[in-house]
């Protein structure tokens, strides 16, 4: 079956710190691979995505690679600020159908502290 | 870009009461919708998938009686939860994917919460 594992939180970072955030895969086929981001209070907002093998998903300085070889699509940010505090979802799309929903991890919590 | 809107952002209920939670794609077509469930702290379980013109397909354990789904445009997908109990608040939120020519990206509402009193 489709499933999503990430590493569990919180992660606790001083501004500025490195981040990782751990997420492997287990799909049939060649799923899309997603990264959300939900504030407090919030719903979740599209961070970055990738749909095939070696495929990279930037955006507002988080990357994360599509790598069959580890099923992985580790996300990462060189400098975390304050703001980015908040919880991360790894998803999979098992297929680009309509029909196909997302299959999420169950989120890492992230706070940044100045 | 495109965006989904949810509407109300938040609700309280009497318990037994009704209420309805509407899902709006705002620029986009969408012919298939999902809503999920949030408790604190946890992921997103899917709860059904809508699709416009037909019957939600609900998944396992989802009592479709009590959460009822109705897809009637291809921008408009409302879940209502009947006879309302205090263990059915929750966050519920909405998604719907964009067509191939729109990226293929599936957006998600802003969420709403919903409070049985």
């Known amino acids: 079956g489709n499933s999503v594992t990430q590493m569990e939180g919180p992660v606790t970072l001083s501004e500025e710190a490195f981040l990782t955030i751990n997420c492997t895969y287990t799909a049939t086929g060649y799923p899309s691979l997603f990264w959300y981001v939900q504030y407090p209070g919030e719903g979740l907002q599209l961070l970055l995505k990738?749909?095939?093998?070696?495929d990279k998903g930037s955006n507002k300085g988080f990357e994360a690679t599509y790598r069959k070889e580890t099923t992985s699509f580790h996300l990462e940010k060189g400098s975390v600020q304050v703001s980015d505090s908040a919880v991360y979802f790894c998803a999979l799309s098992p297929s680009n159908q309509a029909g196909t929903a997302l299959i999420f991890g169950k989120g890492t919590t992230l706070s940044v502290s100045s | 870009g495109a965006v989904v809107s949810q509407h109300p952002s938040r609700v309280i209920c009497k318990s037994g009461t009704s209420v309805k939670i509407e899902c709006r794609s705002l620029d986009f077509q969408a012919t298939t919708m999902f809503w999920y469930r949030q408790f604190p702290k946890q992921s997103l379980m899917l709860m059904a998938t809508?699709?416009?013109?037909?019957?939600?397909?609900?998944e396992q354990g989802v009592e479709k009686d009590k959460f009822l789904i109705n897809h009637a445009s291809l921008t408009l997908s409302t879940l209502t939860v009947t006879s309302a109990h205090p263990e059915d608040s929750s966050f519920y939120i909405c998604?719907?994917?964009?067509?191939?020519?729109?990226?293929?990206?599936?957006?998600f509402g802003e969420g709403s919460w919903l409070t049985v009193v």
């Open positions: 809508s699709n416009e013109g037909s019957k939600a397909t609900y």
């Open positions: 990738a749909t095939k093998a070696d």
């Open positions: 998604s719907a994917r964009a067509h191939r020519e729109a990226g293929n990206t599936i957006y």
